[in-house]
């Protein structure tokens, strides 16, 4: 018994697993109101519809996980999701081979990424500043890549594409759940067992110890934006796979949904904590909410209303351990 409760008390001090206990526990719960309110809601045809609606919102939950643990936000996401569904589908209806298209998309979205690490990082410009300029930049080249208009289908040639990155299925599970699933992996792995992991940890804890112990800040936060471009890239290649077509207001307040899924799954607004798997349970929570509360037949100003609320009180949760108000364990360790 001794030694069964020693190790629940190092589960629980690795670093922000207090809180993905917390949320898992909620989201639970949350499973549970919304299957008693309609039975319906843990339907296997529900419950595969569901998973593929939270792949988006985990991908872009990545994207803003790795950029806060750095002590920086992005809010570009949206716009090079936005940007990927655009780019993306016009070369596909110029007659580019699709996985071509795929390349250049990703290559292109990239570049964001690598202009925001350098506005942030080397010109010093604060996060806010410099993704809402990149975001605006963003969305203005998903809108002229084709003439301000929004595709045509990106026809049969494309089949293999919209298989790929969302018709298909594995062992019965949707592509983009095991894309997900491995981009999660990939990334879970480089941020907790590497050393550039550590070195984002280090960054968003203490920026001046790390720079004075050799951290290379500069490359670290440029890393960080180009997880997250990479990661909204995809996106929004699941979503000209998803529609057929790009659609130029495509990753709409997908900002919103990143910053949710990555503060209601533990990772702080002021750097230097968090894990991915709480990412998991906040995407999961953000799409259980949103499906759930349609079941159940809420205006669409009452989800959001709810929604909106969750935000908030997650980032208070958030100050409140930071400032030594709730403990989830020795944060510290590793």
């Not at 001794?2 to 206990?21: L, P």
């Not at 130029?248 to 307040?253: I, S």
Request: glycine content about 12%; overall charge positive; aromatic content about 10%.
């Amino acid at each position: 018994m001794h030694s069964e409760r020693n190790f629940i008390t190092r589960f629980i001090a690795i670093r922000g697993m207090g809180q993905v206990v917390t949320v898992t526990i909620g989201l639970i719960i949350l499973c549970l109101v919304f299957m008693f309110i309609n039975p319906l809601f843990l339907s296997g045809r529900n419950i595969a519809n569901l998973s593929r609606q939270i792949v988006p919102i985990l991908l872009v939950g990545i994207s803003q996980s790795y950029v806060l643990i750095t002590g920086n936000i992005d809010l570009s996401i949206g716009s090079v999701v936005g940007m990927s569904c655009m780019v993306s589908a016009t070369l596909m209806t110029k007659g580019v081979n699709p996985w071509l298209a795929v390349v250049v998309t990703i290559v292109s979205c990239l570049v964001i990424g690598l202009l925001n690490g350098f506005l942030v990082a080397r010109c010093k410009l604060p996060p806010f500043i410099a993704t809402l300029g990149t975001m605006t930049i963003a969305r203005g080249i998903a809108q002229i890549v084709n003439n301000n208009y929004n595709t045509d289908s990106i026809g049969r040639g494309a089949m293999v594409f919209r298989e790929f990155f969302y018709y298909g299925r594995l062992f019965g599970i949707y592509n983009p759940v095991w894309i997900a699933l491995v981009l999660w992996l990939f990334f879970y792995f480089v941020l907790s067992l590497t050393r550039i992991g550590r070195h984002i940890y280090a960054v968003g804890s203490n920026l001046e110890a790390s720079r004075l112990s050799g951290v290379n800040v500069f490359r670290t936060v440029v890393t960080a934006y180009l997880v997250s471009a990479f990661c909204a890239a995809v996106v929004g290649l699941i979503t000209t796979a998803t529609s057929g077509m790009g659609a130029m207001d495509a990753g709409n307040m997908y900002e919103m949904y990143a910053v949710a899924a990555s503060v209601i799954g533990g990772v702080s607004t002021l750097g230097g904590q968090g894990i991915l798997l709480g990412t998991v349970i906040g995407a999961a929570i953000w799409g259980v909410l949103q499906n759930g509360l349609q079941f159940a037949e809420a205006p669409v100003g009452i989800r959001n209303i709810v929604i909106g609320a969750i935000v908030v009180i997650s980032v208070l949760m958030d100050v409140m351990v930071r400032s030594g108000w709730i403990k989830f364990g020795r944060e510290n360790v590793a």
